[in-house]
């Protein structure tokens, strides 16, 4: 019977050094605070209320269209995606002044635009018309 009693005492000490050893593991556990040594993982993107950053474009793939926002100079520029999902040509651009380029990658003006645009109205200082003609 005396041999029963150390066996079961074993037993006993050895799951409860293994359960401690878990515990101590988890607790001391904390995450990452930097990216892996080489950059051979990027840090991820986390869901939540704080401010993140991210060198480098963001991609954004809805069904099979790819979107791209990144820096271009000292600009902001949205990007369509080729056909292998890379960025492509800039689609618009906002530049630090707040100048706004749609289809220009270097916009002068408040809002330049490089091709045709459609408007339902258009506005010069308070005066708004509906064709060129009633503008003058």
């Known amino acids: 019977m005396n041999h029963n009693i150390r066996k079961s005492l074993a037993v006993a000490f050895c799951a409860l050094t293994a359960t401690l050893a878990i515990c101590l593991g988890i607790l001391a556990w904390s995450e ?26 963001l991609g954004i793939k809805l069904n099979d269209l790819g979107y791209w926002i990144s820096q271009v100079g000292q600009s902001l520029a949205f990007f369509n995606s080729d056909s292998s999902g890379n960025p492509k040509d800039a689609r618009m651009v906002i530049g630090q002044d707040g ?11 408040k809002l ?25």
């Open 32 to 57: 990452p605070s930097a990216t892996p040594p080489g950059g051979n993982v990027a840090a991820p993107i986390n869901t939540g209320s704080t401010q993140q950053t991210k060198a480098g474009p």
């Open 99 to 109: 100048n706004v380029g749609i289809g220009t990658a270097e916009p002068a003006k």
């Open 112 to 136: 330049e635009v490089a091709g045709a645009f459609q408007a339902d109205q258009f506005c010069l200082g308070g005066a708004c018309c509906s064709k060129w003609e009633d503008c003058f």
